[in-house]
């Protein structure tokens, strides 16, 4: 009964079969064509890589170029807006400029009579007259 379940217990005793490759997996001559395909490619790509660039440099070389901007001897500004050389200098200027017209009488516009008047003294006059309202009964 042993037998019916194992059918390889039957077999006769052979010798094991040769070593050998087996041919029908993968097409050896079509791997080889491929691999000659890409470095053939990979050759004729260089070449013309190779082409491009002495090309470029020719053209390169035949190119004559103008003085460069920076160089030339008028002395131009750029455009605004333009790099701060000394940036604690320039906000130590500001800063200056705005307590000064914060703390003295001048025009803001001379011919709508608008002046500036320094700010301890606006303080002073907005206590004494008070801030205008609106009146009560009037649309809100």
Do not use: C
């Not at 490759?21 to 993968?26: L, R």
């Not at 800063?95 to 003295?104: H, I, M, P, W, Y």
């Not at 303080?123 to 004494?128: G, T």
Request: proline share 8%.
């Amino acid at each position: 009964m042993a037998e019916m379940h194992l059918p390889h217990a039957d077999r006769e005793k052979t010798e094991p079969a040769a070593v050998d490759h087996e041919t029908s997996d993968v097409n050896i001559r079509a791997v080889f064509g491929f691999a000659l395909g890409l470095t053939v490619t990979t050759i004729v790509v260089g070449f013309a890589v190779w082409v491009l660039f002495q090309y470029f440099t020719a053209r390169e070389a035949r190119t004559v170029f103008t003085e460069y901007p920076l160089a030339a001897k008028e002395s131009r500004l750029p455009p605004e807006p333009r790099l701060q050389t000394n940036p604690r200098e320039d906000l130590s200027n500001l800063r200056a400029r705005e307590d000064q017209a914060l703390s003295s009488y001048g025009w803001v516009d001379k011919n709508a009579g608008v002046v500036r008047i320094p700010i301890e003294r606006a303080m002073q006059l907005v206590v004494e007259r008070g801030l205008p309202a609106r009146p009560e009964g009037g649309p809100r």
